[in-house]
């Protein structure tokens, strides 16, 4: 696979969007896979009881699962030279098989020196953006 | 209650080393529900440039996360994990993590502010391999939430 070049994009540019589903599974297995156990995320009563609709997506599952969008594009997650985002909107996800879904676009708002390109990501639950701020930087070739 | 400014620039003892493997790369990956082929397949990763399997851009969470503890749970600091989200985080990629790296993460308070009656601090990890290599630089922005605020 050959890395995407520079001169094949421009600002406004728009990476093929994704739709991606949380279960509470998901949340179970992010939990062990990256060591983050805290209660909120696998106990429904705890999570009620501290004023959350639900439990919640791991605020780090959903920034390791949005990014898909720029590392599935570039055929390379190496060439991510910089990954940033603002939890602002937690992710309740329901007691069902099939769960709940967000969906996730991407555009490249900056060209940089040196074949670099920032890329701005949109993720959005039930109609409301659920990261902000949620920039990649990556290194593309000439 | 506000905190201190004084911490702003603490720096804790680095960890000791963690062994990247690659059973945990593909355990995350998986985790993540991404099967892209240099996560899991060394040759993909191979084919890619790189020496072994290649990590997610946010693994590094995974090592940053139990450093960050030091800083949590310092006495004196004395931040009420109860009250404490995560409200942002960046990860710097100097270079990929690789299966078969041996890093250490050494944190640091990067900065303290204080707005809305909460507190805002970003402990900064830094992500080197035991031959001094810098691989990541990771902030995570921690919100302590006031303890007037309807919660």
């Known amino acids: ?142 | 209650m506000a905190i201190n400014q004084e911490f702003i620039g603490r720096t804790y003892p680095p960890t000791e080393i963690y062994s990247v493997g690659r059973e945990k790369i593909r355990e995350f990956a998986s985790a993540l529900g991404d099967s892209a082929p240099c996560y899991f397949d060394v040759e993909a990763a191979r084919s890619l440039g790189y020496p072994d399997l290649i990590a997610p851009p946010t693994f590094a969470i995974v090592v940053t996360m139990q450093a960050g503890g030091q800083v949590i749970h310092d006495p004196e600091l004395a931040l009420d994990y109860t009250r404490v989200v995560h409200g942002e985080q960046r990860f710097v990629q100097h270079r990929p993590i690789f299966a078969g790296d041996e890093i250490t993460s050494t944190v640091s308070v990067d900065s303290i502010r204080s707005a809305a009656g909460n507190d805002m601090i970003t402990v900064k990890t830094e992500v080197h391999a035991t031959d001094g290599e810098l691989v990541s630089t990771v902030y995570s922005l921690l919100v302590s939430r006031g303890v007037g605020e309807a919660s």
Do not use: C
């Open chain 1, 1 to 142: 696979m050959t890395l995407v070049s520079i001169s094949q994009v421009h600002v406004g540019w728009e990476l093929p969007s994704q739709e991606f589903m949380f279960s509470r599974a998901d949340l179970i297995r992010y939990a062990g896979a990256s060591g983050d156990f805290n209660i909120i995320h696998w106990n429904e009563r705890v999570a009620k009881e501290v004023g959350l609709p639900s439990v919640i997506a791991h605020g780090m599952l959903t920034m390791g699962t949005v990014i898909r969008v720029v590392t599935d594009w570039l055929g390379d997650p190496g060439k991510v030279i910089e990954y940033s985002a603002r939890f602002t909107r937690p992710i309740p996800v329901p007691d069902t098989d099939e769960g709940t879904s967000i969906k996730v676009s991407a555009k490249i708002t900056e060209l940089l020196e040196n074949d670099q390109a920032v890329i701005t990501i949109s993720a959005i639950h039930n109609e409301v953006t659920v990261l902000a701020k949620t920039v990649a930087t990556v290194q593309l070739a000439p």
